[in-house]
């Protein structure tokens, strides 16, 4: 069964400083990973996306890595600022059609 | 350029009402649709997806049925309500490569 694991389920951070989100999947034959950001009661928004070659992608102050042989990614928040609070999300598609979502990290930004 | 529209955004309804939400694409043809359903603080749940006009796979047994009638429009719907089918419901689609993307999500609450 196609799963995707996001860690952890939810974070406190202060603003200005960094953060690291974890995802590990188990979606097998691996085509992409995505990234999405979704602020309360609004739909996902794509922050990065990446396709089996893709080691790292930057978006802004967001970077993700993925390493396709452990089927691990992260993604980094660097300088976390107030509008960063939101719910990240991790989905990997194994074909055209369908996509495997991870339940999402929960991130509060602090002033 | 590709949008999607979902309407409504919020709806309040009565349990054994019918239900009817609404997501049209724009800019592209022949899109996967997807419906999904988000609990509060849980993930996202495939409930149904279609790859072309009058094609439609349900992922989940429910109260629920989605229907498309158009390429670019898809539609999902309930003849009764349920407590139970309270939640934050997401329409998004795929073009069979790397775009992914959710309309704004209606919140339907059952009452």
């Known amino acids: 069964k196609n799963q995707v694991e996001q860690s952890p389920q939810s974070l406190i951070i202060l603003e200005g400083k960094n953060c690291t989100l974890q995802?590990?999947?188990?979606?097998?034959?691996?085509?992409?990973l995505r990234w999405y950001k979704q602020d309360t009661g609004r739909g996902p928004v794509s922050l990065t996306i990446?396709?089996?070659?893709?080691n790292t992608k930057s978006n802004g102050r967001y970077t993700a890595t993925l390493d396709a042989d452990t089927k691990q990614s992260s993604l980094h928040i660097t300088a976390s600022q107030l509008s960063d609070s939101a719910s990240y999300i991790c989905?990997?598609?194994?074909?055209?059609?369908?996509?495997?979502f991870g339940a999402g990290t929960t991130v509060t930004v602090r002033a | 350029s590709q949008t999607i529209h979902q309407w409504p955004a919020t709806l309040v309804q009565p349990v054994g009402s019918p239900l009817s939400l609404e997501c049209t694409v724009e800019?592209?043809?022949?899109?996967?649709l997807y419906w999904y359903r988000q609990a509060a603080g849980r993930g996202l749940q495939l409930l149904f997806y279609?790859?072309?006009?009058?094609?439609i796979s349900s992922e989940v047994p429910q109260n629920l049925s989605a229907s498309r009638p158009q390429d670019r429009q898809f539609i999902l719907s309930s003849k009764k309500l349920l407590l139970s089918d309270s939640g934050f419901y997401l329409c998004?689609?795929?073009?069979?490569?790397?775009?992914?993307?959710f309309g704004q999500g209606t919140r339907l609450t059952v009452v």
């Open positions: 998004a689609w795929t073009d069979g490569g790397l775009g992914a993307f």
């Open positions: 995802c590990n999947y188990t979606v097998s034959p691996f085509s992409n």
């Open positions: 990446m396709t089996f070659s893709e």
């Open positions: 989905v990997v598609s194994a074909n055209d059609y369908k996509l495997s």
């Open positions: 800019g592209t043809s022949n899109p996967n």
């Open positions: 279609s790859v072309g006009i009058g094609q």
